[in-house]
């Protein structure tokens, strides 16, 4: 039975309306206190917004999830891999049959297949966010992958994930979770991912002190075609509706990628939507 998943879906749905009076024309990254700090163009997060906009639509017929995703296109040109989050999450709303695909998300897939360097192996982390630090981080696959596959770029989307994985993700859960994710959307287009996949899923025994690094694992494990993965991936998403999430130091929050990879996971749970819609 799915019962829970029903409720949870509907109750994610409520709370977004809730976010949408609190964030106004702005984009919401974390709530603490019941109060939220939000951006003006998203940030790494703004495709989550517009994927929680969408995912409502689609569950209930409520709101219109076009003008937040267009306004996802300030990022189209910007020099950062997390164009992939912000589009391929962003974007959802396209293959689901909420609104018609969006020019910019196909020309994001190529801008980023365009900005592939082979010497790193990858597409480079870029210079627009955060760029002190590493070229290859755990969570620059994540939304890439499948991306870039979407749209063609099938040996730039494998070269790209395998780097990622061979450098793993050094001890952060929440990147920990992103390759887990990343990994799954791998195995479901190409061979040679899915032993990779079990032993990424195999580290998910128990949910994590992060509850949106336990929704995004709880997702990548409600994608797979194994009763039993998808039974723990239950028991993940459940767990990540209890919790509370981490970020940039502060613990107790509640962080829009949460929020998405929460109702995501209950979504797939009761069918609405499918493994690669999102």
């Known amino acids: ?19 949408e009076r609190a964030a106004g024309t702005r984009f919401p990254l974390y709530a603490e206190g019941g109060s939220w700090t ?3 163009r998203g940030s790494w997060a703004g495709g ?26 300030v990022w189209a040109e910007a020099d ?8 391929w999450y962003g974007s959802g709303g396209e293959r689901c049959g909420a609104h018609a695909p969006e020019p910019s998300t196909a020309d994001v897939a190529r801008r980023l297949a ?12 870029g210079t627009a966010l955060a760029p ?24 730039i989307a494998r070269r790209h994930l395998d780097t990622h994985l ?19 959307d791998g195995s479901r287009r190409w061979d040679g991912f899915a032993e990779r996949s079990r032993a990424l899923a195999g580290e998910w025994t128990a ?11 709880a997702v990548a494990l409600l994608k797979s075609d194994h009763a039993r993965t998808r039974a723990a991936g239950e028991e993940l998403v459940r767990a990540a509706a209890r919790g509370t999430a981490e970020y940039a130091g502060r613990t107790g929050l509640r962080v829009v990628w949460g929020d998405f990879f929460t109702a995501l996971g209950a979504a797939l749970v009761v069918g609405l939507v499918g493994p690669d819609h999102w």
């Open 114 to 125: 365009e900005a592939y360097d082979d010497r790193v192996g990858a597409i480079p982390w």
């Open 207 to 217: 949910p994590d002190s992060d509850s949106s690094a336990t929704a995004i694992a």
């Open 166 to 184: 061979r450098l793993g993700s050094a001890g952060w859960r929440r990147g920990a979770a992103w390759l887990l994710l990343s990994c799954v």
């Open 1 to 19: 039975m799915s019962d829970w998943a029903e409720e949870l879906l509907r109750s994610s749905c409520e709370r977004v309306a809730e976010v």
């Open 132 to 155: 002190e630090g590493p070229p290859v981080r755990p969570d620059g696959a994540a939304g890439v992958v499948p991306l870039l596959a979407a749209h063609g770029y099938d040996e």
């Open 80 to 87: 950062t891999v997390c164009r992939g989050l912000v589009f």
């Open 48 to 73: 989550f917004w517009a994927g929680l906009l969408a995912l409502r639509s689609v569950a209930t017929g409520a709101g219109d999830p076009v003008p937040v995703r267009r306004r996802l296109d």
């Open 38 to 40: 939000t951006t003006a």
